[in-house]
Nanobody, 124 residues
Framework: QVQLVESGGGLVQAGGSLRLSCVAS????????MGWFRQAPGKEREFLVT????????LYADSVKGRFTISRDTAKNTVYLQMNSLKPEDTAVYYC?????????????????WGQGTQVTVSS
């Protein structure tokens, strides 16, 4: 089984930046896709971005395009989410997830394993 652990959340003022990390451990896959999602109180879980381990191709949600950037360090089994120009509406619990195929997906139900989440709070 693979385990995912997110970190890097916290409280930041509007306009600020945070970098989230997601470290994978345990059984790894030769091809996979990693995704970042978030869930605000009372709302559905929202797709943010995904990256393929095979091609490095990415897909971003319109709500974060140009502000958030996904990257990976394969040597460290880590995926990062750099978040800039944060807004109060970005406040949510942020989750990373892994899919056992290198095909990126924007659908949460396509992902097999999830981290525990990390809270991001953006104050106005």
């Amino acid at each position: 089984q693979v385990q995912l652990v997110e970190s890097g959340g916290g409280l930041v003022q509007a306009g600020g930046s945070l970098r989230l990390s997601c470290v994978a451990s345990g059984r790894t896959f030769s091809s996979y896709a990693m995704g970042w999602f978030r869930q605000a109180p009372g709302k559905e879980r929202e797709f943010l971005v995904t990256i393929s381990s095979i091609t490095g191709s990415t897909l971003y949600a319109d709500s974060v395009k140009g502000r958030f950037t996904i990257s990976r360090d394969t040597a460290k089994n880590t995926v990062y989410l750099q978040m800039n120009s944060l807004k109060p509406e970005d406040t949510a619990v942020y989750y990373c997830a892994i899919r056992r195929t290198g095909v990126p997906s924007t659908t949460q139900y396509d992902y097999d394993t999830w981290g525990q989440g990390t809270q991001v709070t953006v104050s106005s």
